[in-house]
């Protein structure tokens, strides 16, 4: 059974800092990547990033380009998603999520498998 478990989420002020975590398991694909989205109260899911666990690229929406870094530990088979320079608009709750083959999209609909999710608040 493919599990995806988020951590890390949590009350920060703006300008701060804080570390998601995506913990993955029960599954063996040769080609897959795990993105970061997360939806704010009436809003469309909306990607951050996402990583390649075969080659290790990466992407990220434009609106976190320079303040988030998105990274694997492919033995612990994680993500991990460092998120800087938070502001307020950030607030939402983030999901992982895992799209199996080569590809690597921004577009929550064509991910197989998701998180529960983690909340995370920044204040002005």
């Known amino acids: 059974e493919v599990q995806l478990v988020e951590s890390g989420g949590g009350l920060v002020q703006a300008g701060g800092s804080l570390r998601l975590s995506c913990a993955a398991s029960?599954?063996?694909?040769?080609?897959?990547?795990i993105g970061w989205f997360r939806q704010a109260p009436g809003m469309e899911r909306e990607g951050v990033a996402c990583?390649?666990?075969?080659?290790?690229?990466?992407y990220y929406a434009d609106s976190v380009k320079g303040r988030f870094t998105i990274s694997s530990d492919n033995v612990k088979n994680t993500v991990y998603l460092q998120m800087n320079s938070l502001k307020p608009e950030d607030t939402a709750v983030y999901y992982c999520?895992?799209?199996?083959?080569?590809?690597?999209?921004?577009?929550?609909?064509?991910?197989?498998?998701w998180g529960q999710g983690t909340q995370v608040t920044v204040s002005s």
């Open positions: 029960g599954f063996t694909f040769d080609y897959y990547a």
């Open positions: 999520g895992v799209i199996i083959g080569r590809v690597m999209p921004l577009r929550w609909y064509e991910y197989d498998y």
């Open positions: 990583i390649s666990m075969s080659d290790g690229r990466t």
